[in-house]
């Protein structure tokens, strides 16, 4: 701030404020040095996650599992991400079992998978009903052969205008607990056969303090915690061959509806296509965890490890221009609005 001294005609000397001029803050000293910390170490590891990827594969020169004849079951089958991974699947020939809780847009996506000349079967299953997925998996490995291949990718997003009980439980039960009983039920197979992989579609919300996704947030970083939990106690059972993956996709582009709700400063959307690409690669080549896009990974290690928490939250103000809850009619359209009344049920084992 600067200051110009008055005459003496009034007395003693006295100060004024002239046009304020532009200040550096705190902040912006925060942010120019942890941007060069990142830069230096994004050039680094990134060169040596090169170096170490080409020196890999030039030596062991792995190669990518086959998923041809392999029974892949895929949750939120019928929309979005889901759909588009049950066609994923169905062009690399899988056989694939199609999970939704809604039976019209689930035999949809069941008739897009056999059109492409492969199996596809619908089931249409509330995955959050811990009775109703036990006999689900049952019922596949009868009608299919076992499971290799399982992706937890039903979700409840924010939809509504206040955080309820009913949200919270409907969250939880569809994000944690279903992925928890799937997961459940799956491996007793996989492990007499010493066979199999699990993923676990989280977000980077579950990585990075996102304010009005906080319940979703919550139960991303439950989901990949288990799924870390799961890969450490196959990993100390010495059964290496099931492999355990989670996968983290920025603000995706699943729902035009959703999208209008908010407004970015800088683009972190990603297209469906680009968290299939990513994933089936790390099936293909049992990768423990992905970050979409994958240069987010770094900038959330230095927000979440290095930044203080002041700082890291005025840079979601650099992100986010606004953030609108959805009015009632906006929350209609919202394509998992249906699921909270029918999944928000307190007993999660009888669904009562």
């Not at 847009?105 to 009775?131: S, W």
């Not at 299919?144 to 919270?168: C, Q």
């Not at 296509?273 to 770094?298: G, L, Q, R, W």
């Amino acid at each position: 701030m600067e200051f110009v001294t008055e005459g003496w005609e009034n007395g003693p000397t006295t100060k004024r404020d002239l046009e304020k001029p532009a200040m550096i803050k705190k902040d912006h000293i925060l942010f120019i040095i942890y941007g060069i910390v990142y830069f230096y170490c994004f050039i680094f590891w990134e060169l040596g996650a090169a170096f170490s990827s080409f020196l890999w594969r030039l030596i062991f020169r792995p190669e990518a599992k086959s998923l041809k004849g392999r029974v892949c079951l895929v949750t939120g089958a019928g929309r979005g991400l889901g759909r588009e991974f049950c066609l994923a699947l169905a062009r690399e020939g899988a056989v694939i079992a199609c999970v939704d809780i809604n039976e019209p847009n689930n035999r949809t996506t069941a008739a897009m998978v056999e059109d492409l000349g492969v199996k596809g079967v619908p089931y249409t299953v509330n995955v959050a009903i811990k009775k109703d997925v036990e006999e689900l998996v049952s019922k596949i490995e009868k009608d299919l052969g076992p499971v290799y291949l399982l992706i937890n990718n039903a979700a409840v997003i924010y939809s509504r205008p206040r955080v309820d009980e009913e949200f919270i439980r409907a969250s939880f039960n569809v994000n944690v607990f279903g992925p928890i009983w799937l997961m459940n039920a799956v491996l007793p197979t996989m492990k007499s056969r010493n066979e199999g992989h699990i993923v676990n579609i989280s977000s980077t919300a579950s990585k990075l303090v996102i304010s009005p996704l906080d319940i979703y947030g919550a139960t991303k970083t439950s989901l990949s915690y288990m799924g870390n939990c799961v890969r450490a106690n196959l990993q100390l059972a010495n059964e290496n061959n099931i492999v355990v993956t989670n996968v983290h996709p920025s603000i995706m582009n699943s729902s035009e509806d959703y999208l209008k709700l908010m407004s970015l400063k800088v683009n972190i959307v990603v297209e469906m296509e680009d968290v299939v690409k990513a994933t089936m690669d790390a099936i293909h080549y049992s990768y423990d965890e992905v970050v979409i896009p994958s240069i987010m990974k770094y900038p959330l290690i230095l927000v979440n490890e290095m930044m203080p928490s002041r700082t890291g939250t005025k840079l979601m103000r650099l992100l986010f221009e606004k953030w609108t809850l959805p009015n009632d009619e906006q929350q209609k359209h919202l394509p998992w609005n249906d699921l909270v009344k029918k999944c928000s049920f307190r007993d999660n084992v009888n669904g009562q």
